[in-house]
């Protein structure tokens, strides 16, 4: 099946005639479950994730309630970095004064401070309050390395982090059932393919809007979170290659290759090593993730990474002017998004002669997993099937596709990928 740019979104057609929707807030359970246990331990809470993923709002709904268990509003502090209000803070010392000087006693405070990276040695900052107040500490941020470095030092053992991720198929379709928008999960796998999970994505009607927002939210994180001022990159080289590596996420990756494509179709000669240096900016703004191998045979985990994965599939379809849902791979990208989502460490395995798709692992336990897009014919069955052919380990093995009919045989499980991301069915480890 193949989308073109024309077409309204599925999700759109439900809206009648609104040009936007009104649009009410989802409140992210999965993430709150995950973080109300640390509301008051002594950790400073760091929350990440790519720009627009919801942090902010996910910060809000912390506060409203952490206000709903009794504590005065007078005794949380929230200071948005972004903000043209705080513009006047810079420095560590900036900030230092702005939190100080609304600490008026010595019971407990709550501290949020959103896209702290802006701030120089912001480090000291949260350091010191540790040491001089008794105050409970959230942070948001865009850059997986604004805690590398000498200064991160000071907060050695004195941090959790979690990482959020764009809306989730479950999440947006529940996000559009809250604001009356009627979604059929087995239709809207196709709009959320093509165009993923960023919340404000969900406010357009017509995908040439939706597009639009997206190019400029990648835009945007291109100039504020990738390339500085003082950054030697070319601007255009970084956002073509990028969109390239998007694109092409999930397939075996090679900084060689890309190269050579990019130099010959732009008459621009760029090396492997730029290539490695835009993959490892892409990382650090939480746009790509690297899915390692798993020697299956061997049953290590390996080093290397030959595979990325898109942290949305709205920003791997910028760069692709049809989609061809039959080579899996965006629905493999949905796939591991969900995965990690769901608290798994996900690798790809390698056999002996052959791959399979994912290898997925928590608390020392493991499944693996092949992802088709149709099983329509016996060829495809016995293909991704017999990819766990070789395979002696017991561990549960599954095949997720779009398929209504249950295929499963062999001791192999067959499941719908809806089923999976709308969590009607769970994976089974060993």
Not at 147 to 157: D, I, K, M, Q, V
Not at 273 to 286: C, G, P
Not at 350 to 370: H, L, M, P, S
Request: glycine share 4%; with cysteine.
């Amino acid at each position: 099946m193949i989308f073109y740019e024309n077409k309204i979104c599925y999700f759109c057609v439900k809206i009648s005639k609104k040009e936007i929707v009104e649009n009410m807030q989802l409140v992210r359970e999965d993430y709150l479950k995950l973080l109300r246990p640390y509301y008051d331990v002594d950790l400073i809470k760091i929350i990440t994730g790519v720009r627009r993923s919801g942090k902010s709002v996910l910060m809000d709904t912390i506060k409203d309630e952490i206000l709903l268990r009794g504590i005065k509003g007078s005794h949380i502090i929230s200071i948005n970095l972004e903000d043209l209000d705080y513009s006047f803070i810079t420095d560590a010392a900036d900030l230092n004064r702005e939190i100080e000087s609304r600490i008026a006693d010595r019971e407990k405070y709550y501290i949020f401070l959103d896209e702290i990276q802006h701030v120089k040695n912001f480090e000291k900052v949260l350091a010191s309050l540790k040491a001089k107040f008794d105050c409970s500490i959230f942070v948001t941020g865009s850059d997986s390395t604004m805690l590398s470095g000498e200064l991160a030092t000071l907060l050695t053992g004195r941090t959790v982090e979690f990482e959020i991720f764009p809306f989730s198929f479950k999440e947006s379709v529940d996000f559009l059932a809250m604001n009356n928008i009627e979604c059929n999960p087995d239709e809207f796998i196709m709009d959320y393919i093509k165009w993923g999970g960023f919340p404000l994505r969900f406010s357009f009607r017509d995908e040439s809007s939706v597009k639009r927002f997206l190019d400029n939210l990648y835009s945007n994180i291109v100039n504020r979170d990738i390339i500085k001022k003082s950054s030697k990159i070319d601007r255009a080289t970084f956002k073509d290659i990028s969109l390239y590596i998007m694109s092409n996420a999930g397939k075996e990756f090679s900084a060689e290759n890309i190269a050579q494509y990019y130099s010959a179709k732009h008459k621009k000669k760029v090396s492997a090593r730029t290539i490695y240096n835009y993959l490892e900016k892409l990382h650090r703004a939480y746009i790509l993730h690297s899915c390692k191998k798993y020697n299956i045979s061997g049953k290590t985990a390996l080093d290397s990474s030959d595979k990325f994965y898109a942290t949305d599939t709205g920003l791997r379809t910028l760069n692709t002017n049809t989609i061809n849902y039959e080579d899996t791979f965006f629905l493999e990208n949905i796939v591991y998004n969900e995965l990690v989502i769901q608290g798994f460490t996900v690798f790809t395995g390698k056999t002996y002669k052959g791959e399979i798709d994912f290898v997925a692992v928590r608390e020392n336990k493991k499944c693996f997993i092949q992802v088709a897009y149709i099983l329509a014919d016996g060829e495809t069955i016995k293909r991704e099937f017999g990819a766990f052919g070789r395979i002696t380990d017991a561990s549960p093995k599954y095949v997720l596709s779009l398929d209504r009919i249950d295929l499963s045989h062999d001791g192999i499980e067959h499941l719908n990928i809806v089923d999976f991301l709308m969590h009607r069915v769970s994976l089974h480890l060993s």
